[in-house]
């Protein structure tokens, strides 16, 4: 790894808000490739370097993690309507973020943004749900991302991957993760049953799919294919679509609820 990839990563780093352990460097672990475009798809890059994935949701508007954010901002760029990191023929700077006011490293709540970009894209967006949906515990689910197939391969993914998790129920999760952080309403958990099955560190930002709809924004995890600890999700709570159609329309000022 040269050092300014170096620097990229750690300063990604500082922005993450689990300890990853061992697979810092991991994406989505024991996924498969996703054949069929998702062009709504995005990957946020700093220096041309994935860091996180996110979401076209306007063709100049991106749904990603808070934590996501990079500066300068002059040297981000985003990846869009591609499955493969090295054959993306749209590349697009970015304006601004936009997060809640309400974001917190430390409780972890709100790890939510809108990313405008410079410019329109040609690429179709997911819309969002226009209210919250009903995401019981069980309930199966996709997440996307790309990066690593396995910890030994320091190099992301070159194409995107995808892997089927199933919804943890809230008070459950709580207990594997001891409240710390604390998964509350505005937050889901969601893992696969067998080992070495998950997410990581590439995949923030990226969407959790379930019936269909976007639902949630990949956070985090403390270990990267942990059945006992699985990945906490930024859920699309009415109060986070409410937020976000605030964002779009311009009615209410980005950093408050």
């Known amino acids: 790894m040269d050092v300014r990839r170096f620097l990229i990563v750690y300063y990604f780093l500082a922005f993450t808000f689990f300890k990853l352990a061992d697979c810092s460097e991991v994406s989505i672990v024991g996924g498969k490739d996703v054949k069929k475009l998702q062009p709504w798809m995005v990957s ?15 063709d100049q508007w991106v749904l990603t993690a808070a934590h996501c954010q990079q500066k300068p901002i002059t040297s981000v760029t985003v990846l869009v309507g591609s499955l493969s990191l090295s054959k993306g023929t749209q590349r697009v700077g970015i304006l601004s973020y936009e997060y809640p006011k309400t974001f917190s490293v430390k409780t972890k709540q709100d790890d939510i943004m809108l990313i405008k970009l410079s410019k329109k894209v040609k690429a179709k967006p997911k819309k969002i749900p226009k209210k919250e949906q009903n995401i019981p515990p069980g309930t199966r689910c996709v997440v996307t991302g790309w990066g690593t197939t396995n910890s030994e391969v320091s190099k992301p993914s070159d194409k995107l991957q995808m892997l089927e998790v199933t919804v943890v129920d809230r008070d459950l999760c709580n207990c594997y993760y001891n409240r710390d952080p604390v998964i509350t309403k505005d937050m889901l958990c969601a893992g696969n049953k067998q080992e070495n099955r998950g997410i990581c560190w590439g995949d923030s930002g990226g969407p959790l799919d379930c019936k269909k709809n976007i639902v949630g924004v990949v956070s985090g995890s403390k270990k990267c294919g942990n059945p006992k600890q699985p990945a906490v999700y930024t859920f699309l709570s009415e109060r986070h679509i409410r937020w976000i159609n605030n964002i779009l329309k311009k009615q209410f000022n980005s950093t408050t609820f």
């Open 44 to 58: 946020i890059q700093m220096d041309q370097i994935h860091v996180c994935g996110g979401i076209l949701i306007q």
